[in-house]
C-alpha cells in the first residue's frame, strides 16, 4: 500500500465531545461486504436484464428494435459500473476519508465555500456539466447506426468519462477546489503546467464556436425560432432587474415566471412567423445570425453577471432538468420502434456525408460529451469541490453525475434515430450535397442506395410544416434533428399530432438556452484566463475590475470564437461536417489532458498497482484524439484531411477552374483553400500541446513510480466536526450515526468547524 | 393526499435548493455559527455582493 497523507493525524485531532465524523471503516466494509439473498438476487436481476437488453440491441437482427432497451441497456449497465466500479475506484484509489473536513467545512465563507446537501449538490453538478453536448453529438454519430455509438456512450462512460470526472472532482477537493489549470502546473511543472493553459483556452475557443454554430444552423431561415430564442434575451433582462430590485433572492419565483414567459415566447413565436411582417422580419440568413450571435456574445460578456448570465442560468437549469425528466418518461412510456440498423452502410466508410472519418477513432470524437468529456474537468475542479460536504460523496456526485449526463445522451440518441433515416440523412447532409429543395433532396437520398430508405419530396415537405418550419433540409447541426425526433415522440405523449410544432421549437429553444449560456459563461471564463495569463508581463491585466483590460480582452476572445464560427458558417463543404471533428478532437485532447494530470497525481500518491484504472482511459484518449489528429492533418484523402483538401483546391485555383467540387465559385475555392488552412494549423497545435503535456505526465509518473511515490500538493488535513451519509439513501450503520448527530443539543449540531 | 402534497413540496424545495434560492438563509446561519465580527449583512445586500463576486470570478457551463 503507498503512503497516504497522515490521517492518524486527523483521528487523533477529532473532537471527543462530538460523535464520529465518519462511520466506522470496519463497520463500513462489513456492511458493504453482507451479501444478503435478496442483495444478491437484486444485483442478479439487474445483471440479467442488463444483458437481456444488449443482446437485443446488439445481436438481434430483426426490422426493428424497440427504444427500451436502449434504456434497460443503459441503466443496469450504469447501475452495474457505480456499484462496482467506482467502489474499485473509491476503495483502492482514492481511499476518501469522512474524518478530514471538506474545503467546504474548513473555508466556510458561507457565500463560496458551503456544505451542500449531496443530492442538492447532485442536481447543481449535473446542471453544470449537462449541456447541448451530449445533445448533439449522438445524433450527428447516428450516421453509422446506432449500435457503436450506444457502446461507446454507455460503455466509454463508466470506464472512462465518469472516471474522469470523479478524479478531477476528488483530487480538486483535496487541494481546497484549485482548478484544472492550477493542478497541471503543481503537478507537471512550468512547461507541462504552460502548455496545458495554453491548450485549455484555444479548445474553449474551439468549442464555443462549434456550439454557436450549432444554433446559427438551427435558427438560420427560422423566423419561429429566431423571435422565441430572441425573446430570451429581453426575458433574463427582466428576471435579472426583477431580482436585483424589486424581489431580491425570490429565485424560485422568477424563474417560474421566467418560464411561463418563455412558453408564451415559444407559443408566440409560431403566430409572429405565422404572420407576413413576422415572417419577413425574423427570416435572418446564417451569416446574419452567426454577426447577431458575436455582437451579443461581446455585450452578454461585458454586461454584469446579473442582468443577463444569472437570469438565463436559472432559466436554462429549470428546463434541463423539466425536459430530462419528460423526455425519460416520454420515452418509457411511448416505447418507439428504431427501425435504423445497427451498422449502417456508413460504417466501414470514411466518407459519410454528416460527419467525414472512419468509424475509429471519428465516431469516438463526435460522441464526447456523454461518454467522455474534457470540459467536465473544468466544471469537476473549481464549483462543485468547494460544496461537498463530505469526501466519500464525491463517488456520489462525480462519477454519478456523469452517468446521468451519459443517459441524456442515450436519450438524445433514441429520439434522433426515432424518426426515418431518410429524414436523417435530407436534414443532416450539407447543402451542396441535397440541393436545398425537397425534390434534389429526397433525389439525393434515394440515391445514397441506403437499406429500406425511399423517401418522397412530400413526406420532407409534410414533416417541415408538422414542426413549422419553412424546410427541414440540411439543417446540420444535430440541434434540428433532435428537435424533429423530440417533437415526434413528445406529440404521442403530450398533445398529438398539432403540438409537434411547439415541441419542435420547444426543443430548439432549450438547446439555444443552454448553449448561449455556454457561450457567455465559456467566453467569460476564456477572457479571464487570458488576462492572467498577460498579467504575468503587464501586470495591470490581472486586475479584473480594469474595464479597458477586460474588454480587450473580451473582444480578442469573441473575435477568435467568431472568427471560427463565421468560417464554419460561409465553408462551401459544410461547417459542421468538417468542424464538429475538431470540437471533439479538442474536448478530447481536454480529457486527455485532466486524465494525465490525474495519472500523475495518482502515481505521486503511490498506488501504483491500481494505476491502470487511470491509464487506460488516458491510453485511449490519447489514442483516439491523436490518431484523429493525424488523420485531420497528414491524410491523402480530401473529404478527411485538412491540407489534402488544402491542396487540392489550391491546385484547382492554380489551374485557372472556377468551381472544384461543392464549391460552385472561385470565392468559394478561396475559402476553402483559407479555412483548411486554419483548421489544419489549429490541429497541428492542439495536438502538439496535448501531447507535450501527455509526456510531462508521463515524467512525472515514472518518476513517482521510480522514488516510490512523490510530493503531494493537498491541503493539510484538518479534522471534521459534522457528518452525512455518502450516497443517495442512507444506509443503516449511516442512519445510526445519523441519529447520533441528531441527538446532539441544537447549538452542537450546527457548530461549524470553519473558524478556528 | 397528504402525501402528495408534501412530495410536491419536497420537489419544489428541492428545486430552490438546486438553483440556490436558499443561499442567504444558509449565509445567515454560517454568520451565527461561526461567531463573525462585523455586520451582517441584509438580504438586498447579500443577493448584490453574490451577483458582483460572480462578475471577477466567473463559472464555466458546459457544451
Not at chain 1, 476528488?170 to 512550468?190: C, H, I, N, P, Y
Not at chain 1, 443517459?407 to 447532409?429: E, K, T
Request: glycine content about 10%.
Amino acid at each position: 500500500m503507498g503512503k497516504i497523507s497522515n490521517q492518524s493525524g486527523v483521528a487523533e485531532g477529532l473532537d471527543p465531545t462530538l460523535p464520529p465524523p465518519a462511520v466506522d471503516d470496519s463497520v463500513r466494509e462489513a456492511e458493504e461486504r453482507r451479501w444478503t439473498p435478496a442483495k444478491i438476487g437484486l444485483w442478479i436481476a439487474i445483471s440479467l436484464l442488463g444483458a437481456v437488453a444488449w443482446f437485443m440491441l446488439a445481436l438481434v437482427r430483426g426490422e426493428t428494435v424497440n427504444a427500451i432497451w436502449f434504456v434497460f441497456a443503459a441503466v443496469c449497465t450504469y447501475l452495474i459500473g457505480y456499484r462496482f466500479y467506482s467502489k474499485v475506484i473509491e476503495r483502492y484509489l482514492l481511499k476518501p476519508d469522512d474524518r478530514r473536513a471538506t474545503p467546504a467545512e474548513y473555508k466556510a465563507d458561507g457565500k463560496d465555500y458551503v456544505r451542500t446537501d449531496r443530492n442538492v449538490l447532485f442536481g447543481h453538478h449535473f446542471a453544470a456539466i449537462a449541456g447541448a453536448g451530449p445533445l448533439v453529438g449522438p445524433v450527428i454519430a447516428a450516421q453509422m447506426g446506432y449500435l457503436p455509438g450506444t457502446i461507446w456512450i454507455i460503455i466509454g462512460v463508466v470506464l472512462a468519462g465518469a472516471v474522469q470526472d470523479y478524479l478531477v472532482m476528488f483530487f480538486s477537493m483535496r487541494r481546497g477546489g484549485r482548478s484544472l489549470g492550477q493542478m497541471a502546473r503543481e503537478e507537471l511543472g512550468v512547461i507541462g503546467g504552460t502548455a496545458a493553459l495554453v491548450a485549455t483556452l484555444l479548445i474553449m475557443i474551439i468549442i464555443v464556436a462549434i456550439l454557436a454554430l450549432v444554433v446559427v444552423n438551427a435558427l438560420g431561415e427560422s423566423p419561429w425560432g429566431v423571435f422565441s430564442v430572441g425573446m430570451t434575451i429581453p426575458i433574463a433582462l427582466f428576471m435579472g432587474v426583477y431580482l436585483r430590485f424589486i424581489r431580491p433572492g425570490k429565485v424560485m419565483e422568477v424563474s417560474i415566471i421566467g418560464f411561463v414567459l418563455l412558453m408564451a415566447a415559444i407559443i408566440g413565436g409560431g403566430a409572429v412567423a405565422g404572420t407576413e411582417w413576422g415572417a419577413a422580419f425574423f427570416h435572418l440568413d446564417k451569416v446574419t445570425i452567426a454577426w447577431g450571435i458575436i455582437i451579443y456574445g461581446f455585450i452578454a460578456a461585458i454586461l454584469p453577471v446579473w442582468l443577463l448570465l444569472a437570469p438565463r442560468d436559472y432559466l436554462s437549469t429549470f428546463m434541463k432538468i423539466g425536459v430530462i425528466v419528460m423526455l425519460a418518461l416520454a420515452i418509457i412510456v411511448v416505447r418507439p420502434e428504431i427501425t435504423v440498423p445497427a451498422f449502417s452502410e456508413f460504417a466501414g466508410r470514411e466518407n459519410g456525408p454528416v460527419f467525414s472519418g472512419a468509424l475509429f477513432p471519428f465516431l469516438f470524437v463526435t460522441i464526447a460529451c456523454g461518454a467522455l468529456s474534457g470540459f467536465h474537468a473544468l466544471i469537476s475542479s473549481g464549483t462543485t469541490p468547494k460544496l461537498i460536504e463530505k469526501e466519500r460523496q464525491t463517488r456520489f456526485i462525480g462519477y454519478g453525475g456523469m452517468l446521468m449526463e451519459s443517459f441524456v445522451a442515450i436519450m438524445a440518441l433514441v429520439a434522433a434515430i426515432s424518426i426515418d433515416r431518410g429524414i436523417y440523412f435530407a436534414m443532416n447532409a450539407p447543402l451542396a450535397l441535397t440541393g436545398g429543395t425537397v425534390e434534389s433532396a429526397a433525389q439525393w437520398v434515394n440515391s445514397l442506395g441506403l437499406a429500406n430508405v425511399n423517401i418522397t419530396p412530400d413526406v420532407l415537405a409534410q414533416t417541415a410544416k408538422d414542426v413549422g418550419e419553412e424546410s427541414i433540409i440540411s439543417r446540420s447541426g444535430g440541434a434540428p434533428t433532435l428537435a424533429v425526433g423530440l417533437a415526434h415522440i413528445m406529440q404521442q405523449f403530450i398533445g398529438g399530432p398539432g403540438m409537434m410544432a411547439f415541441w419542435y421549437h420547444f426543443a430548439i429553444m432549450f438547446e439555444a438556452l443552454f448553449i448561449l449560456t455556454a457561450v457567455d459563461a465559456g467566453t467569460r471564463v476564456a477572457r479571464f484566463m487570458l488576462q492572467d495569463s498577460i498579467g504575468n508581463f503587464i501586470p495591470k491585466f490581472k486586475e479584473a475590475s480594469w474595464r479597458p483590460g477586460a474588454w480587450l480582452c473580451t473582444a480578442i476572445m469573441v473575435a477568435a470564437w467568431g472568427a471560427v464560427l463565421i468560417m464554419g458558417v460561409t465553408d462551401p463543404l459544410g461547417g459542421i461536417n468538417t468542424l464538429f471533428p475538431l470540437f471533439g478532437i479538442a474536448n478530447q485532447l481536454l480529457a486527455a489532458i485532466a486524465l494525465a494530470v490525474c495519472l500523475a497525481i495518482t502515481a505521486k500518491r503511490g498506488v501504483f498497482k491500481w494505476l491502470w484504472i487511470v491509464a487506460v482511459p488516458l491510453a485511449f484518449a490519447a489514442v483516439v484524439t491523436i490518431t484523429a489528429s493525424f488523420h485531420k492533418i497528414f491524410s491523402p484523402v480530401p473529404a478527411v484531411g485538412y491540407f489534402a483538401n488544402n491542396q487540392a483546391f489550391s491546385k484547382a485555383l492554380a489551374d485557372g477552374k472556377t468551381e472544384f467540387g461543392t464549391a460552385k465559385t472561385v470565392a468559394a475555392m478561396e475559402a476553402v483553400v483559407r479555412n483548411t488552412m486554419i483548421q489544419g494549423v489549429l490541429s497541428v497545435i492542439f495536438v502538439t500541446l496535448s501531447i507535450i503535456v501527455i509526456i510531462a505526465a508521463l515524467l512525472a509518473t515514472i518518476k513517482a513510480i521510480r522514488a516510490g511515490g512523490g510530493q503531494d500538493h493537498e491541503d493539510p488535513p484538518v479534522p471534521s466536526r459534522v457528518f452525512a451519509p455518502a450516497g443517495l439513501f442512507p444506509t443503516q450503520v449511516e442512519k445510526k450515526l445519523l441519529a447520533e448527530w441528531n441527538a446532539l443539543p441544537a447549538e452542537k449540531r450546527t457548530q461549524k468547524a470553519g473558524h478556528h | 393526499m397528504n402525501a402528495v402534497v408534501r412530495g410536491l413540496r419536497g420537489f419544489a424545495t428541492y428545486m430552490g435548493s438546486l438553483m440556490g434560492a436558499d443561499a442567504y438563509r444558509k449565509y445567515l446561519e454560517h454568520f451565527e455559527a461561526s461567531g463573525h465580527s462585523g455586520s451582517v449583512m441584509t438580504e438586498r445586500e447579500f443577493w448584490r455582493d453574490r451577483m458582483d463576486r460572480q462578475d471577477s470570478n466567473p463559472q464555466g457551463r458546459c457544451c
